[in-house]
């Protein structure tokens, strides 16, 4: 299975864990809501929206060669046996899910949402980190390790919205846990060398960046999620 996904921020860095008064969460909520606005106006501009094309066919030749190389079928689904199979009934845990056949501008696009713009999420300003955050992390691009699960490109953007601009060259840090929810600090050993699915790189051209994983585990009292911070 592969997974990409584009985000777009205007942060300094991110964490998903800190805690706030009632009175800093409704403020955060009005930051984030600012912010998603900003971005939305960025990705009407002509500038963003001619990148947004050649960005997209990046990602689908990106994502037609993994699949190529990973040996999965390139022709076209069967869209009526896909009908015919949603049909039956898989202890309707998916109800109506499957019917639809993503297209390449769902994926890939930067076609804006009603609120928030589509296939992005914004970046906040913290000063508390998320767990297990190391800013130490080896510059490189395959973060896997010998980590066992779901195969996943985790393609991201980074798009200053103060400036509707691409940042090129800002340091990316992402971190998650394994298949089975357990982050690589929880297990480190005495010399302190078990770095799995951490990692970090410089933002190239367009502000892109990828890193090769795995879909992460889940632990209890949070939904699936990966870190991602931002720095310049």
């Not at 190529?68 to 949603?86: C, S």
């Not at 297990?132 to 395959?142: G, I, K, Q």
């Not at 298949?179 to 951490?198: C, F, I, P």
Request: glycine content about 6%; some cysteine.
């Amino acid at each position: 299975m592969l997974r990409l996904a584009f985000v777009f921020a205007a942060a300094v860095c991110v964490s998903s864990h800190a805690k706030r008064t009632p009175e800093e969460i409704v403020e955060y909520h009005r930051q984030v809501t600012r912010n998603a606005e900003a971005l939305n106006k960025c990705l009407e501009t002509p500038e963003l929206k001619e990148l947004g094309t050649r960005v997209m066919a990046k990602r689908q030749e990106s994502f037609r060669q993994l699949r190529k190389t990973r040996g999965i079928e390139l022709e076209p689904r069967d869209k009526e046996a896909l009908i015919k199979w949603n049909a039956i009934s898989h202890g309707k845990t998916a109800e109506g899910k499957g019917k639809d056949f993503t297209d390449d501008e769902k994926l890939f696009g930067y076609k804006k949402g009603d609120k928030f713009p589509a296939s992005s999420c914004i970046l906040m300003p913290e000063n508390v980190w998320g767990p297990y955050f190391s800013d130490r992390e080896a510059y490189r691009s395959n973060i896997r390790e010998g980590q066992q699960g779901i195969y996943q490109r985790l393609a991201l953007q980074i798009i200053d919205v103060t400036t509707c601009k691409p940042l090129h060259g800002a340091r990316v840090d992402v971190w998650h846990t394994n298949a089975e929810g357990v982050y690589a600090k929880q297990v480190r050993n005495e010399s302190n060398d078990v770095h799995w699915l951490t990692g970090a790189q410089s933002t190239l051209d367009w502000g892109l960046v990828d890193f090769d994983t795995i879909f992460p585990g889940h632990y209890t009292g949070r939904n699936v999620h990966t870190h991602v911070s931002r720095s310049s």
